[in-house]
Nanobody, 123 residues
Framework: QVQLVESGGGLVQAGDSLRLSCAASGRTFSNYAMAWFRQAPGKEREFVAAVSWSSGRTLYGDSVKGRFSISRDNAKITLYLQMNSLKPEDTAVYSC????????????????WGQGTQVTVSS
């Protein structure tokens, strides 16, 4: 059973940076893709970024391109999301997700989800 545990959320000011982590366990992830999604109150879940574990191919949502960077540590089996130039509209619960195979934009393709970590950006 795959387990995903996020950490690193918190309260920051606009313009600050924050790095989220997602520790994965329960599988070998060499042929998996992992992603970050976020959901703000009253809004639909939004794709943030994804990476194919083996190839390193990355995908980004339009609203975070150029500000956020996804990466992974193969040895630690940990996914990261470096968030720079944060804006109040980035406020949301950020969740990591995993699926066997390639990375996709839609959350419907992901089989495993973490509990999420709250990110709040004040203006």
């Amino acid at each position: 059973q795959v387990q995903l545990v996020e950490s690193g959320g918190g309260l920051v000011q606009a313009g600050d940076s924050l790095r989220l982590s997602c520790a994965a366990s329960g599988r070998t992830f060499s042929n998996y893709a992992m992603a970050w999604f976020r959901q703000a109150p009253g809004k639909e879940r939004e794709f943030v970024a994804a990476v194919s574990w083996s190839s390193g191919r990355t995908l980004y949502g339009d609203s975070v391109k150029g500000r956020f960077s996804i990466s992974r540590d193969n040895a630690k089996i940990t996914l990261y999301l470096q968030m720079n130039s944060l804006k109040p509209e980035d406020t949301a619960v950020y969740s990591c997700a995993a699926r066997r195979g390639d990375a996709y934009y839609s959350g419907h393709w992901y089989d495993y989800w973490g509990q999420g970590t709250q990110v709040t950006v004040s203006s």
